[in-house]
């Protein structure tokens, strides 16, 4: 089955940079869609920013567009999240998810279903 281990996560002061990575195993990943979503407490899950099978093509929320940065290494089975510029409000667990298939614009948390256990960022202003 699909397993997705999420790693990179911790606490910084704002203004500061962390890169997130997400190793997968149990898949074909290029046949894979990829995101990484985040989950505020009190939040509903929202997507970050995510990339396409052969990376494509990526999309951004637009509160983060500029600062992070989305990208894949498919030999190596890894996505990556490169984060910038972090600000308080970027605090939030992290996740990995995969999809199958293309990516397409509206794809968001209910059309990717595996998912990995997340990863706490915690930004500090």
């Known amino acids: 089955q699909v397993q997705l281990v999420e790693s990179g996560g911790g606490s910084v002061q704002a203004g500061g940079s962390l890169r997130l990575s997400c190793a997968a195993s149990?898949?074909?990943?290029?046949?894979?869609?990829m995101g990484w979503f985040r989950q505020a407490p009190g939040k509903e899950r929202e997507a970050v920013a995510t990339?396409?099978?052969?990376?494509?093509?990526?999309f951004y929320h637009d509160s983060v567009k500029g600062r992070f940065t989305i990208s894949r290494d498919n030999p190596k089975k890894t996505v990556y999240l490169q984060m910038n510029s972090l600000k308080f409000e970027d605090t939030a667990v992290y996740y990995c998810?995969?999809?199958?298939?293309?990516?397409?614009?509206?794809?968001?948390?209910?059309?990717?279903?595996?998912w990995g256990q997340g990863t706490q960022v915690t930004v500090s202003s």
């Open positions: 149990g898949l074909i990943f290029s046949d894979y869609a």
């Open positions: 998810a995969a999809e199958p298939g293309e990516l397409t614009p509206w794809m968001g948390v209910p059309d990717f279903n595996s």
């Open positions: 990339i396409s099978r052969n990376a494509g093509v990526t």
